[in-house]
């Protein structure tokens, strides 16, 4: 048998191979949606490895979660994203989040890389966000609230102001002000000239909002639907964030993945339909409908629209192979001995 090689890649490997690239993982992430839509992807689903018995529970003592997958196209890449979700790592000085990528040659199957994914999948996720306001808010959008100013709080704002350059003011929002403070600070230090208000009153912020980007722990609704103005767009990029009334004002429901979000059973659009107040027909489009020019994004300033994300590892893939083949041109890397004879 031919020796086998693995090459790990490290978080300094993955910072020079261009994983911070907010205009790479925007495309990374409009690919992957349209191969979805058209079928060359294998996405068998999210393994929710979880601590405790209720979403409390696990909003306090964490989960790991397995998402393995296929990326057909260009990119041509098994693999598995692997992560960990630690709530309570901040009082430890760590990371809540944890990621280990595996990619796999489709042809052998054998592993040819392993990679530190934490930056990957804030990235992907930024980038997923950054995707849905590219096609559903406003197209003058000037004003966005964000809820939520931890990690995932600078990568949605990255992409929002790559897809949206009107954003002028930024209302940041979160249950620690510390935080808000903070995140407000460092984004306008790195996007001179625009606007940044850390705000406790979220009310205020959410009525004043073309986009309202929701990247919290949530598991209690803590915007309402009365709240939003004409146009806005309200993403729901994590759990139980905002009410049952910002998805019934909405024009339209639009999702990354419905039945992962229907398996994940964790958002308000999922809770809406374990209870029956939403159905399958209900939701307007996947976000790979749009994009391969099926169903249409928004349609006039006076929709409010809803979206809901969940994710996939076949996003985290796309990245991690961009950024294995720099590594292949490059010669970077740590180069393991996989299978010798």
Sequence with gaps: MSKAEVLFLNNKAMERLGVGDMLAAIADVEQVYRLNDSGDV???GKCVLRWGQTVEDENV???????????????DMAGIKWIGSGPMN???????????????DPDTKLPVCIADGTE?????????GGVAIKYLSKSDAAT???????????TQLAAALIVRPTITTVYAYDIRPEA???????????HPGLQVIPTADVEQAVRQSDIVDCVTLAFEPFIRGEWLRPGCFVMNMADFEVDYDCVRRSAKIVVDYWESIKHRMISTVALMWRDGLVKDEDIHAEMGEILGGKKPGRENDEEIIYFNAVGAGIMDIAVTARCYRAALKKGDGIVIPFWED
């Design 42 to 44: 294998i996405a068998p």
């Design 61 to 75: 003592l964490g989960r790991i979660n397995a998402m393995p997958g296929y990326i057909g196209g260009s990119y």
């Design 90 to 104: 901040y009082k430890k000085g760590l990371p809540r989040a944890s990621v280990t990528m595996i990619l796999n």
């Design 120 to 128: 990957v999948s804030t990235m992907r996720t930024g980038a997923s």
């Design 144 to 154: 966005m609230t964000i809820c939520g100013c931890g990690a995932q709080a600078v």
């Design 180 to 190: 808000a403070e903070r995140f407000a600070q460092n984004a306008m230090a790195a």
